[in-house]
């Protein structure tokens, strides 16, 4: 359990005890997912169990009596589009991480501690969190490209290889991005409507331009797709 009260955009250690939910202070929290019933206690007035954020398949967003819960996957390029599940809270002038690994909880506080336990303005946090962990890169995206490419000047060159099986893989793992990020998207258009009134404007103004980057990754997956399924109508054999 790691919660932090943000001052002067430094991060002070505090307990939960010392808790003033809903005033002027602003708290920065990361727990692991048993410890969430009490966590929520102090911020939400009850013992919400997560159950459904936490069994969730998918991104999702839920509204409450004053704050919000998001089910976020981060993915895991590097493990076959696996992904790491992070369940956030959202409520006045807090922000809650839990997870199931420690490790990950610690990924997660690095992106914002700089030298001397500086952390990025308290509005900026949240939309650090979705820029850095939330969607792929571009050198990912360049790299899956190159990819088809490769595959389609070795058809063109004859060259002995198991086609139908790259074509299936392939839109395999473009289905995989197109779904997450079709999740990302309906979950920051949820987030953005912001019925409990958490976020302030400066804050919705960030995550309009995120959106707009998670969008153009999303019609880049598209256009793949459309390549692999050009590749695979010229060279079928």
Known sequence: MMLYRVENAALQETDL?????????????FFL????????????????SLEEAETSGSMQFFNYEGYDLMCV????????FAYDKVIIYIGKNTLLFVARQEE???????????????????????CTFFEKLSIYSVEFF??????????????????????????????????ALKRHYEQLLDLLDELQENENEVLNETTLSYF???SIKADRHYHNILNLRDYVTQVREAYRP
């Open 17 to 29: 005890k010392n808790l003033q939910p809903g005033g002027e202070h602003q708290y920065l929290g």
């Open 208 to 210: 309009r331009i995120f």
């Open 33 to 48: 997912q048993n410890e969430n019933h009490q966590v929520l206690r102090q911020f939400a007035g009850e013992a919400l």
């Open 142 to 175: 360049d790299s899956l490209e190159q990819e088809i490419s490769e595959l389609e000047d070795a058809l063109i060159e004859s060259q002995k290889r198991e086609f139908v099986k790259e074509i299936v893989a392939l839109r395999r793992r473009l289905m």
């Open 73 to 80: 996957h981060i993915p895991k390029p590097e493990a076959g």
């Open 104 to 126: 990950l909880l610690q990924k997660i506080k690095a992106l914002f501690a700089g030298k001397e336990g500086s952390v990025p303005v308290f509005e900026r946090i949240l």
